[in-house]
Structure formats: structure tokens, C-alpha cells
């Protein structure tokens, strides 16, 4: 039935679009002309800074418009220079850095050593509410040795700085920050990356044109295309419309169905496979829990018992995905499922588990989710058909954050992209070391993720992790479900690589 629906759906777009044999490819070949991609997406970000918002488009917008100390290459995984020309370890604790001279900001602000000081700093002060703390709350300080050298100091021993000052960890203009702050960074945003914003209208597009003073030796490299368009768009059909009609260029995040039926489409073409993104049902067992059904480790069995994921990976997910039973992403450092207690698909057993915790006819529970909702609704059928009725709410991320965080949210349906940073500390720690999303607040796995986050001696760093992932499976915390893979559609003469970071780089695509 899920499959009818959405071939309804293209269908629906198809006669929108007024698709006919041979469309006229004039209004891509116009755009090829203006060297403009039009890109439509469904999640609007709450916030343009790359601090204050923690939904992808609002990573992807913040890679092309800053520049981080360092650039991890998606293709070696190599470490090399970007804001920051060379580094040392001073001790366990500092690494300093060697920076660019002659770079400047979009406002024509010069970049130096000021600048990482006040944003390393500012984002360290809890105060300030960084979005992700697992992001940022590593930084104890950062100290100026001279105009091009910094000193980072981390409050701990971090053994995967570089990871994270190559992804999450933009620098910011310290002159304009100061004076703007997060809600002007939003409005009229400034960086030093290969793209400038030139328009933001909140909640519905921003626009972005070429860095044209681009400096030379970034390892990004300057970008070849001239302008990108970004429209946020949260209805799937009115995007594949858009894109069947040739009003956009780019789609990310197509659902499988959907997907498979474009690849017939002439002018268009479809790119996928496999990413970071992990996709897993948190469930709300904390001991100030407003739903005390979840407190019984039996209900979390059952609703891990009741849903057969393998089934919605062949078909729902689609190729590129794999069935996970812990909550990372495999090739993250310190990510294993070694140990970890499997629960197979079995619904009579969740139905006896449910009867013994005192629920032989079912209970009720409210679920909140935000993407990916055919994939939502086939959880609600699976939890239906042992007894669990799942209401759903189905919100932006920012909503869904603050019910989770609020104590309202019963069941969660999420997906983590971890900043595309390949170390377990930016996925798991972010829902259970008690920080603003944990709802289960389980000290003994607070304290062993933070033994692993600290922790140089690799074996010894992975056996913490794997004994917190443990305890999570076992205790049933959570239901991990499969890894994302991401369906791209795009005009057919659009020369682009689909990377398993999730990031498209727009700096490098070409037109054929």
C-alpha cells in the first residue's frame, strides 16, 4: 500500500509538471548557461549559523559559506590545511596552529588569529547554547601566541580534535560576531568559504554566489559553479515537481520508491549510496519520565521485538543501507555492535512481553518524528500490530528537538547525520552522556562514553565505547534501525559525486 501511495504521488507530479514525450530541456540548458544550481529541500534551518541549528542543510549551507582550521578529504580521509597551513601537539592537552595569511572574509574582514580565539572561546562557554554541545564541549580554550598562531586547549585529553575541527568547528569573523552575534550571523551571514550569501529569507530560501577572492590554497578549491538557489520546500511532491517541470536542478533525500521510478525519466538523472546518517527510535526511560510504561525494560523489548527492520530496509530504505543494532555508524572509530544483544523481528513475543508488564491489551504513547514519514508510518503499523497505539507528531527538527528535551515525547523515530565526523564521540554521546536529548540518563554509560571520548590508548578507547553500547542494547534503551542511504535526482548534464558524508559539494560539481 506504502508503494501505491507514492507511485500516486509521482504520478500526480508527472501531470503537474505536464511531463510529455521529449519535455524541453531550453529551461536547464538556460540554467546551465547562468551557471546557477536550483536546490530544493525539506527542512528549513532554524538557524543559519552553523552553531545553532543541527538539521543537514544547515551543515551543508555551513561548509560552503566557512572555513575550518582544517580540511579532512572525503576521498583519503587525509588531514590537510585550510584556515590553519600546519600544526603540532604541544602537549596532551594543546595543539597549536599555524595559520593563512592574506585571507579575508566575505565583509572584507582579514582573517587572523583573533578570530579563532573568539570563536573557540565563545563556543566553550555553555552559557552561549551551542546548539550540539558534544560538538564543541571538548574546548576548554583557545589562546593567540602571535598574529598567525593560535593555541587550542581541550578540557580534556580529545584524541580526535583534527575530526572535529575539520567539520562542525567553523571560524567565525570575530569583529562582526562580536557585534552581531548568532541571530545577525543568521540574518546577513559572514564566512570565508568558497561561497558568499548574497540573500536569506528566512524559513524560505537562501542564495549563495562565488566567493570570487577565494583564497588559492584552500584544499576545497574555488568553485566553478557561480550561484546556487536554495528553496526549502517540506512537501515531497511539490519538490519532485519542481524538478520534473526543470524549476530545480538538485534533490536530496528522495524517497526509494520515488527514486526507482525517476531513473526512466529522460533529462534526469538518479545518484545514490550509502552515508553516516543512522536512523534508531529513542525511547523515554529516564527516572522523571511522564510516561512510566517505558520504565519497564519489558516495553522497550517488545517494541524492539515488534518491528522487522530488514523488511523496511529491502523495502522502504532501499540500497546502500544495512540493518545496525547499535547506535554508531560501523566505520566510526570506536563503533562496534560486538557484544551488543540482537532482538529478532517477532511480534508474539513482543505481545507476551507487553502482557507481563501488565499491558495484555495495549497501551498508548505519543511519537514525534520530522523526515523520512513513509518510513515513520511503517513503525506505526509494526507497534499497532502488537498492541501500541503511536501518535504521531510529525514536526521540524527544532520542534521535535524541544519536545524531546521538554519530557513530551514519548517515542522518537530519529536520524543522525553526526556532523559527518567518523568518531563515535559525535553520534552516541549526543543522546546518551546527559546531554539535552538524553532520556534515559544512565550514569554508568554517561561515564563510559566519556572514558572513551577521553581515552588515547586505542583499545582502551574502544572497550568503553563497546561496554556503553553494550549496556544500551541490553537495557533496550533504544530500537537502532539501519543506516540512511541518500537518493539524489538531478538534471542529467549536472556532473556531481555522491559522497558517504552526506555533504554535496557544490564547489566541485560541473555542467556537462
Known sequence: MQASVWRAGLMAAVAFAGLGAGLGSSPALADKKSNTIRFVYD???????????????GVIIGQHVWDTLVYRDPNTNEYKGQLASGWRQIDERTTEFDLRQGIKFHNGEEFDADDVVYTLNFIAKPENKVVTQSNVNWVEKAEKVDKYKVRVVTKAVFPPILEYLSGPVVIHPNQYYEQVGPRGQNEKPVGSGPFRVTQHVAGK??????????????????SKIEKIEIRFIPDRQTQLAELMSRGADFLMHVPKDQAEQLKGQPGLQVVSGETMRIVFMQMNSQAESAFPALKDIRVRQAINHAIDKQAMVKALVGEGSRVLHTICFPTQVGCTDEGAKRYEYDPAKAKKLLAEAGYPDGLELPFVAYRERHQTEAIIGYLKAVGIKANLNFLQYAAMREQIRGNKAALTHQTWGSFSVNDVSASTPNYYAFEGEDITRDEKVRDLLKKGNTTVEPVARKAAYREALTIIAEQAYAVPLYSLPVFYAATS?????AYPDEMPRFWEMTWK
Open 493 to 497: 548534464d549536472l556532473v556531481f559525486k
Open 43 to 57: 527542512q528549513v534551518p532554524e538557524n543559519v549559523d552553523p552553531f545553532f541549528n543541527n538539521v543537514r542543510i
Open 205 to 222: 530560501s537562501i542564495t549563495l554566489e562565488r566567493n570570487k577572492d577565494y583564497f588559492k590554497e584552500s584544499p576545497k578549491g574555488a
